[in-house]
């Protein structure tokens, strides 16, 4: 029996979230450093299976399984492999980046980190489990607490409707999948929720093909897919800033990784049959996402539709069902969270500090807020998919893939290239450079310490990531491979 | 005459010690009537003894593997019963508690009496397999509620609540009885073994028989379109009453329902398995629909969890209607779970009522600035009943399902699915106000909401126990398990 570093991981912020409900609510210096201390240490764990994940072995590794339900096949079981294992450390570091952010939190700060964590636990349960089961679990975990964070600590406009939407939506989705992975239970005949045995259930290709949509499509709303993508640019602007971080950076990311793993692998056939039309949901995706953010005259809601347009991408690499498409995908994920965890948290900083987010009122942050501006430069760049950033090792092998299987997707998809730069671009033209406005002289003040520290923090990741794609890309490879024997050669 | 075999006396322990309770309360009531400081003393008394009968019928009453009949076939000692019966102790404990701090219940001795002879009503219930005792055990339990609803006769409303309830009590028990006497008719027997032997093949008289019963006991758990009752009963009668009845009093009903559709009807399961899917599904949609309406204008919580009440019995049928051992297995386990659950939200509604004197939605404005842990309590409840994780309202409604798509309901499950989805919006809404809403032009500092010792205490239990139902759930669906298996 090894360290059982997993459920360590899954279970510290639950932990932590109950030991602040013990707090008094105003003891928050203290729960504040709880907090903290709790989110660096996942983060620092979370490091360490990173490090030590074996990629010449490749496969599921640091192993546990521990009875839950045996009636019904149903065990708490965790193992990691290369898809999985960048998102156990994107979470950490959204995570920590999170509290970091939300230190000036005053209403509340006790139900505000005890929801977050556990919410986080439910992300990082999600990303773990390796039973079917234990997912759904992990995965309603991950949603309910995020109606809680954006209600109460929302934008008062639009918080009301925007997390009802949110939460409806998403528990649509999962329920859709829920019932879908009942019915493999039974069609199975293996009297398991364990993922590696379900996988070589072999269903019949007639089964995969009724049964895939369902299943895959009700994560993928959570993965923001066209056209189920409504309620996302709605909920990343509603919420508060450490929870559009985690929202986009990290919850999407479930959607799409709880589709891959539970709808392309379990059901392989499906997806060879399915994604030839799943490849146009994802294309709107890319292509209309970043029209639509280009229209936005709100600073987040152009972050917001910037990220179903990226999360497209996703998608994209995952309906090529190619090696590159694959990879890219896997690597984009983790970008993508880091890159869009800094642009919320820019957006939440020039915001907190502005009071406004229209583009049009804004301008000449940089002056005030210089490491702000360069930040959301880098990640901008990121975002374009400039060589030298981690987006073009992403979008890269995205676009390699899709040109290979079918290249005129692959030029309509290139399009949301210049529509990006351009919406981006006139973002930090307007808000960061140019004239500011006289009303703001003064009012300015300088970010925090912590603030700081994250921002640097994503832009090394980021940077070091477009370097050194050696960083990441063999990790990822590994758990690409093992998708592939599943879908059968290639 | 013959002496009584010990494990006859084990096996309706329960019963009789809920016997001995309800006498002990009758003789210290005199005593303890003069004394005012008291009357809390006979809240507490009938708690603990309770909890003490609660806890030998664990230790003592435990069924074998195999039935045993009791008392010539009257009753019968499986894990069914013992499971019922178990939780019944627990919910009257838990209500009695909530009664404790409740004026007017806790004045007199009666309503701790009527409630225990209720319980025991409930405990045969759970155990009756013989038809006459099975009618007999079903009006004992339905008489002293009756009066319980009716209880604050000084309130019109709860006097109104009575009244409706005994006359529709009182019709549909005739229905019921009509029902079994047909039953009667066609086999010439009335326990419930040997009745199967007379529905061994369809006809239309059977199915007419079927008919009938069932809607007594529809009555009884409230099923569409035999709910009319439950809204106008459950906002009248005194609040920890209105628990009682949508928890115990339902899985009574429910405990019979499964007894006498699986030991007499099995044969001729597939003629009536899509009656009750067909009333599942209004059941849970017309339930959760008018909810939903009771949002507007901030209406009455009690009314709101009346009609999700009403739509949670529509989910423990689909359980029902799988009719297998997994099917039965999961309704029971899906029924302990919502004991728990609602329980902890009517005990929040007792509590929060006590000291703000309203049942309105709009009451529960700043709960979680007034009292963050009554807060934190209810969101417990509501996201259990929503069938959201980590709490046993999730596990509860996954298995029902599971149960259902094994046997190909898979209409059924998707039916049940969406559905609780309308759930999820409604019970969001009502922890916004808690969570979101403000006090209008107070602060809430204010005026804090302080929980009495015996509320703290049921609701601290009930959350523990709503968490455990859906964190470490192998004990409690080993328990479904074996009830169920003594079934088939």
Same mark, same amino acid.
């Given at each position: 029996?090894?360290?059982?570093?997993?459920?360590? !991981?899954?279970?510290?912020?639950?932990?932590?979230?109950?030991?602040?409900?013990?707090?008094?609510?105003?003891?928050?210096?203290?729960?504040?450093?709880?907090?903290?201390?709790?989110?660096?240490?996942?983060?620092?764990?979370?490091?360490?299976?990173?490090?030590?994940?074996?990629?010449?072995?490749?496969?599921?590794?640091?192993?546990?399984?521990?009875?839950?339900?045996?009636?019904?096949?149903?065990?708490?079981?965790?193992?990691?492999?290369?898809?999985?294992?960048?998102?156990?450390?994107?979470?950490?570091?959204?995570?920590?980046?999170?509290?970091?952010?939300?230190?000036?939190?005053?209403?509340?700060?006790?139900?505000?980190?005890?929801?977050?964590?556990?919410?986080?636990?439910?992300?990082?349960?999600?990303?773990?489990?390796?039973?079917?089961?234990?997912?759904?679990?992990?995965?309603?975990?991950?949603?309910?607490?995020?109606?809680?964070?954006?209600?109460?600590?929302?934008? !008062?406009?639009?918080?009301?409707?925007?997390?009802?939407?949110?939460?409806?939506?998403?528990?649509?989705?999962?329920?859709?999948?829920?019932?879908?992975?009942?019915?493999?239970?039974?069609?199975?005949?293996?009297?398991?929720?364990?993922?590696?045995?379900?996988?070589?259930?072999?269903?019949?290709?007639?089964?995969?093909?009724?049964?895939?949509?369902?299943?895959?499509?009700?994560?993928?709303?959570?993965?923001?897919?066209?056209?189920?993508?409504?309620?996302?640019?709605?909920?990343?602007?509603?919420?508060?800033?450490?929870?559009?971080?985690?929202?986009?950076?990290?919850?999407?990311?479930?959607?799409?990784?709880?589709?891959?793993?539970?709808?392309?692998?379990?059901?392989?056939?499906?997806?060879?049959?399915?994604?030839?039309?799943?490849?146009?949901?994802?294309?709107?995706?890319?292509?209309?996402?970043?029209?639509?953010?280009?229209?936005?005259?709100?600073?987040?809601?152009? !972050?917001?539709?910037?990220?179903?347009?990226?999360?497209?991408?996703?998608?994209?690499?995952?309906?090529?069902?190619?090696?590159?498409?694959?990879?890219?995908?896997?690597?984009?994920?983790?970008?993508?969270?880091?890159?869009?965890?800094?642009?919320?948290?820019?957006?939440?900083?020039?915001?907190?500090?502005?009071?406004?987010?229209?583009?049009?009122?804004?301008?000449?942050?940089?002056?005030?807020?210089?490491?702000?501006?360069?930040?959301?430069?880098?990640?901008?760049?990121?975002?374009?998919?400039?060589?030298?950033?981690?987006?073009?090792?992403?979008?890269?092998?995205?676009?390699?893939?899709?040109?290979?299987?079918?290249?005129?997707?692959?030029?309509?998809?290139?399009?949301?290239?210049?529509?990006?730069?351009?919406?981006?671009?006139?973002?930090?033209?307007?808000?960061?450079?140019?004239?500011?406005?006289?009303?703001?002289?003064?009012? !300015?003040?300088?970010?925090?310490?912590?603030?700081?520290?994250?921002?640097?923090?994503?832009?090394?990741?980021?940077?070091?990531?477009?370097?050194?794609?050696?960083?990441?890309?063999?990790?990822?490879?590994?758990?690409?491979?093992?998708?592939?024997?599943?879908?059968?050669?290639? | 005459?013959?002496?009584?075999?010990?494990?006859?006396?084990?096996?309706?322990?329960?019963?009789?010690?809920?016997?001995?309770?309800?006498?002990?309360?009758?003789?210290?009531?005199?005593?303890?009537?003069?004394?005012?400081?008291?009357?809390?003393?006979?809240?507490?008394?009938?708690?603990?003894?309770?909890?003490?009968?609660?806890?030998?019928?664990?230790?003592?009453?435990?069924?074998?593997?195999?039935?045993?009949?009791?008392?010539?076939?009257?009753?019968?000692?499986?894990?069914?019963?013992?499971?019922?019966?178990?939780?019944?102790?627990?919910?009257?404990?838990?209500?009695?508690?909530?009664?404790?701090?409740?004026?007017?219940?806790?004045?007199?001795?009666?309503?701790?009496?009527?409630?225990?002879?209720?319980?025991?009503?409930?405990?045969?219930?759970?155990?009756?397999?013989?038809?006459?005792?099975?009618?007999?055990?079903?009006?004992?339990?339905?008489?002293?509620?009756?009066?319980?609803?009716?209880?604050?006769?000084?309130?019109?409303?709860?006097?109104?609540?009575?009244?409706?309830?005994?006359?529709?009590?009182?019709?549909?028990?005739?229905?019921?009885?009509?029902?079994?006497?047909?039953?009667?008719?066609?086999?010439?027997?009335?326990?419930?073994?040997?009745?199967?032997?007379?529905?061994?093949?369809?006809?239309?008289?059977?199915?007419?028989?079927?008919?009938?019963?069932?809607?007594?006991?529809?009555?009884?758990?409230?099923?569409?379109?035999?709910?009319?009752?439950?809204?106008?009963?459950?906002?009248?009668?005194?609040?920890?009453?209105?628990?009682?009845?949508?928890?115990?009093?339902?899985?009574?009903?429910?405990?019979?329902?499964?007894?006498?559709?699986?030991?007499?009807?099995?044969?001729?399961?597939?003629?009536?398995?899509?009656?009750?899917?067909?009333?599942?599904?209004?059941?849970?949609?017309?339930?959760?629909?008018?909810?939903?309406?009771?949002?507007?204008?901030?209406?009455?919580?009690?009314?709101?969890?009346?009609?999700?009440?009403?739509?949670?019995?529509?989910?423990?049928?689909?359980?029902?209607?799988?009719?297998?051992?997994?099917?039965?297995?999961?309704?029971?386990?899906?029924?302990?779970?919502?004991?728990?659950?609602?329980?902890?939200?009517?005990?929040?509604?007792?509590?929060?009522?006590?000291?703000?004197?309203?049942?309105?939605?709009?009451?529960?404005?700043?709960?979680?600035?007034?009292?963050?842990?009554?807060?934190?309590?209810?969101?417990?409840?509501?996201?259990?009943?929503?069938?959201?994780?980590?709490?046993?309202?999730?596990?509860?409604?996954?298995?029902?399902?599971?149960?259902?798509?094994?046997?190909?309901?898979?209409?059924?499950?998707?039916?049940?699915?969406?559905?609780?989805?309308?759930?999820?919006?409604?019970?969001?809404?009502?922890?916004?106000?808690?969570?979101?809403?403000?006090?209008?032009?107070?602060?809430?500092?204010?005026?804090?909401?302080?929980?009495?010792?015996?509320?703290?205490?049921?609701?601290?239990?009930?959350?523990?126990?709503?968490?455990?139902?859906?964190?470490?759930?192998?004990?409690?669906?080993?328990?479904?398990?074996?009830?169920?298996?003594?079934?088939?």
């Amino acid at each position: 029996m090894h360290f059982p570093i997993l459920s360590i !991981i899954v279970f510290i912020p639950l932990v932590a979230g109950l030991l602040i409900l013990l707090y008094k609510p105003d003891q928050k210096k203290a729960i504040r450093v709880t907090a903290l201390t709790a989110a660096a240490l996942a983060l620092l764990l979370s490091i360490i299976v990173y490090i030590a994940y074996d990629k010449s072995v490749g496969g599921y590794q640091f192993l546990e399984q521990y009875k839950w339900m045996p009636f019904l096949g149903i065990s708490l079981k965790f193992g990691v492999d290369g898809m999985s294992v960048p998102l156990i450390l994107l979470t950490g570091i959204v995570m920590l980046t999170g509290v970091m952010i939300s230190w000036g939190i005053e209403d509340r700060p006790r139900e505000f980190f005890a929801f977050l964590f556990i919410l986080a636990t439910g992300v990082f349960g999600v990303f773990s489990s390796l039973d079917l089961f234990m997912l759904f679990f992990f995965y309603e975990i991950a949603v309910f607490p995020m109606y809680l964070l954006i209600v109460i600590w929302g934008w !008062i406009k639009t918080r009301e409707y925007a997390a009802m939407k949110l939460t409806l939506y998403l528990f649509i989705g999962s329920v859709v999948s829920l019932v879908g992975a009942l019915v493999m239970y039974w069609a199975s005949g293996l009297h398991t929720f364990d993922m590696l045995l379900l996988e070589h259930a072999h269903f019949t290709p007639e089964f995969q093909k009724l049964w895939f949509p369902f299943v895959f499509l009700g994560f993928a709303v959570l993965g923001g897919i066209f056209p189920f993508h409504n309620w996302s640019p709605d909920g990343h602007v509603a919420a508060p800033t450490a929870v559009s971080m985690f929202h986009a950076g990290v919850l999407m990311k479930l959607g799409a990784f709880a589709a891959l793993r539970v709808g392309i692998m379990l059901l392989p056939e499906g997806a060879k049959f399915h994604m030839k039309w799943i490849i146009f949901l994802a294309l709107v995706n890319i292509v209309y996402g970043a029209f639509i953010a280009m229209v936005q005259t709100d600073f987040k809601y152009v !972050i917001g539709f910037s990220s179903v347009s990226h999360m497209g991408l996703v998608m994209m690499g995952f309906a090529t069902l190619t090696p590159e498409g694959l990879t890219g995908a896997g690597v984009q994920m983790f970008s993508h969270g880091v890159m869009t965890a800094l642009f919320f948290a820019a957006v939440g900083m020039v915001y907190d500090r502005a009071h406004t987010r229209e583009i049009s009122e804004l301008g000449g942050m940089i002056k005030f807020l210089p490491l702000v501006a360069i930040g959301f430069i880098i990640a901008s760049l990121v975002s374009m998919g400039m060589p030298g950033f981690s987006g073009f090792v992403a979008e890269f092998p995205i676009y390699m893939g899709l040109w290979k299987t079918r290249w005129l997707i692959a030029v309509i998809a290139a399009i949301s290239i210049v529509v990006t730069a351009a919406y981006i671009l006139l973002v930090v033209h307007r808000v960061f450079f140019g004239y500011m406005p006289t009303k703001f002289e003064g009012h !300015i003040g300088p970010i925090n310490n912590l603030d700081k520290m994250a921002l640097v923090l994503w832009c090394v990741i980021m940077i070091g990531l477009g370097l050194f794609p050696s960083l990441m890309v063999p990790w990822v490879q590994t758990g690409v491979q093992h998708v592939l024997a599943l879908l059968g050669g290639a | 005459m013959s002496a009584i075999a010990p494990t006859t006396i084990l096996a309706i322990l329960p019963e009789i010690l809920l016997l001995v309770l309800g006498i002990l309360v009758l003789i210290v009531d005199p005593f303890w009537k003069k004394d005012e400081s008291r009357r809390a003393g006979l809240g507490w008394l009938t708690a603990g003894g309770l909890l003490v009968i609660f806890a030998a019928s664990i230790f003592l009453a435990r069924p074998g593997s195999e039935p045993q009949p009791v008392l010539g076939g009257m009753l019968r000692h499986d894990w069914l019963a013992f499971a019922f019966k178990i939780f019944f102790l627990f919910a009257a404990a838990v209500t009695v508690l909530f009664f404790v701090d409740t004026e007017q219940l806790n004045r007199h001795a009666e309503s701790y009496l009527l409630l225990l002879a209720a319980t025991l009503g409930m405990c045969l219930m759970a155990s009756a397999a013989d038809l006459v005792m099975l009618f007999l055990a079903i009006e004992t339990t339905s008489i002293p509620l009756y009066i319980l609803a009716g209880f604050l006769t000084q309130d019109e409303k709860s006097a109104e609540s009575g009244f409706k309830y005994m006359l529709f009590g009182a019709m549909t028990s005739a229905v019921l009885l009509y029902g079994l006497s047909l039953a009667y008719g066609f086999s010439g027997k009335t326990d419930l073994l040997e009745l199967s032997a007379s529905f061994a093949s369809f006809s239309p008289l059977a199915l007419g028989t079927i008919f009938l019963i069932l809607v007594g006991l529809a009555f009884k758990v409230s099923l569409f379109p035999f709910h009319f009752w439950a809204p106008d009963v459950y906002e009248g009668a005194p609040t920890p009453v209105t628990g009682f009845l949508s928890t115990a009093s339902k899985a009574a009903g429910f405990a019979v329902l499964m007894r006498l559709f699986t030991t007499a009807f099995p044969a001729i399961s597939k003629n009536w398995t899509w009656i009750l899917a067909i009333l599942a599904t209004l059941t849970m949609t017309v339930g959760n629909l008018i909810a939903l309406a009771q949002l507007k204008d901030e209406g009455n919580i009690k009314r709101l969890l009346a009609y999700s009440s009403i739509a949670h019995a529509g989910y423990a049928m689909i359980g029902v209607v799988a009719f297998s051992e997994m099917g039965i297995a999961s309704a029971v386990f899906y029924l302990i779970a919502y004991l728990l659950t609602n329980l902890a939200a009517f005990g929040i509604v007792i509590a929060l009522s006590r000291v703000v004197g309203s049942d309105s939605i709009a009451a529960y404005k700043g709960l979680s600035r007034r009292n963050p842990t009554l807060a934190l309590m209810m969101l417990v409840a509501f996201l259990s009943l929503s069938g959201m994780p980590p709490f046993g309202g999730f596990v509860a409604k996954v298995f029902v399902f599971t149960a259902a798509i094994e046997k190909g309901w898979i209409w059924l499950a998707v039916v049940g699915v969406l559905n609780s989805i309308i759930g999820l919006y409604y019970y969001l809404t009502v922890l916004k106000y808690i969570y979101l809403y403000r006090m209008e032009g107070e602060n809430e500092e204010l005026h804090p909401v302080p929980l009495t010792r015996p509320y703290a205490l049921a609701l601290a239990v009930l959350t523990i126990g709503v968490i455990m139902t859906g964190v470490i759930v192998a004990p409690w669906v080993r328990l479904a398990m074996n009830a169920a298996s003594g079934l088939f």
